[in-house]
Nanobody, 111 residues
């Protein structure tokens, strides 16, 4: 079992920044990737970013250049730095590792 707890969501104005955190516990594997997905009302959950055990990152086209994913294997943490936020980034953001999901954290971008 893997437990994932996201935090750092909130309300931010367009153009603002947020940093999401995901604390992992249980059967963590530093050999596996970690990632973020998001889901907005009426839409399917979609990929946002991932980071491999070696630090290789991948991003959805919609967030490239604005979001940055990182991980700290010593603390079993993964982060998502989100800059230049847009209203269309509004969603519940989920952390994923080895097929396990966190409960999500709400991000709302609105003026």
């Amino acid at each position: 079992q893997v437990q994932l707890v996201e935090s750092g969501g909130g309300l931010v104005e367009p153009g603002g920044s947020l940093r999401l955190s995901c604390a992992a516990s249980g059967r963590i594997s530093n050999l596996h990737s970690m990632g973020w997905h998001r889901q907005s009302p009426g839409n399917e959950r979609e990929f946002v970013a991932s980071i491999s055990s070696s630090g290789t990152t991948n991003y959805a086209d919609s967030v490239k250049g604005r979001f940055s994913i990182s991980r700290d294997n010593t603390k079993n943490m993964v982060y998502l730095q989100m800059n230049s936020l847009k209203p269309e980034d509004t969603a519940v953001y989920y952390c994923i590792h080895r097929g396990y999901w966190g409960q999500g954290t709400q991000v709302t971008v609105s003026s």
